[in-house]
């Protein structure tokens, strides 16, 4: 089925480990993105990206780094895992061209990430 | 800057109640505003969408309306199932701020038999 697959689901990490949570679309979107859910926060953006080559800063990138080299995926990297930085991240997509699809993110199934 | 503030939850409502959960926003430009639902375990799902004011979303039984002259983006359901029980966020997109999206914090919603 089309749409945003993210890997892994859980993962457990120490203080000071890095790991990338995976994402790819299959829909062609232009435009990705990384947010984290906490509990009583809503969504906060992380980082976005609108095209291969292209990223740029959220809301709260710090400890976070992306990369675009393709158009069909977006690593999120934690390069020194944090305890701040346990919650559960959700990449999304959405075309920028017109139509009825248009300005809708479609979201992967979640990624829960705990840090010790 | 654009944000939206939603009703806090958790909700708790009895099988067949009329359901209200209520939505405002602050945007510089012209949004789009937007319904999500989020089942346990799962990713968003769109739940409806209005892209002008005076424009209603509806999707499987859930509507809201864009009143822009109360910046509101309610969203009612008029008899909810135990099937509704989830966390409902609502969001705006303002092409003011290159279409980025903005969420409320959700409002979780439990319904029972």
């Known amino acids: 089925n089309a749409g945003v697959t993210q890997t892994p689901k859980f993962q457990v990490l120490k203080t000071g480990q890095s790991m990338t949570l995976q994402c790819a679309q299959d829909m062609n979107h232009e435009y990705m993105s990384w947010y984290r859910q906490d509990p009583g926060m809503g969504l906060r953006l992380i980082h976005y990206s609108v095209g291969a080559g292209i990223t740029d800063q959220g809301e709260v990138p710090n400890g976070y780094n992306v990369s675009r080299s393709t158009t069909e995926d977006f690593p999120l990297r934690l390069l020194s895992a944090a305890p701040s930085q346990t919650s559960v991240y959700f990449c999304?997509?959405?075309?920028?061209?017109?139509?009825?699809?248009?300005?809708?993110?479609?979201f992967g199934a979640g990624s829960r990430l705990t840090v010790l | 800057g654009d944000s939206v503030t939603q009703m806090e939850g958790p909700v708790t409502l009895s099988e067949e109640a009329f359901l209200t959960i209520n939505c405002t926003y602050t945007?510089?430009?012209?949004?789009?505003l937007f319904w999500y639902v989020q089942y346990p375990g799962e990713g968003l799902q769109l739940l409806l969408k209005a892209t002008k004011a005076d424009d209603k979303g509806s999707n499987k039984g859930f509507e809201a309306t864009y009143r822009k002259e109360t910046t509101s983006f309610h969203l009612e359901k008029g008899s909810v199932q135990v099937s509704d029980s989830a966390v409902y966020f609502c969001?705006?997109?303002?092409?003011?701020?290159?279409?980025?999206?903005?969420f409320g914090t959700g409002t979780s919603l439990t319904v029972i038999p």
């Open positions: 969001a705006l997109s303002d092409r003011g701020t290159g279409n980025q999206f903005y």
């Open positions: 999304a997509s959405r075309t920028r061209t017109g139509g009825a699809g248009a300005n809708v993110l479609t």
């Open positions: 945007a510089t430009g012209y949004p789009s």
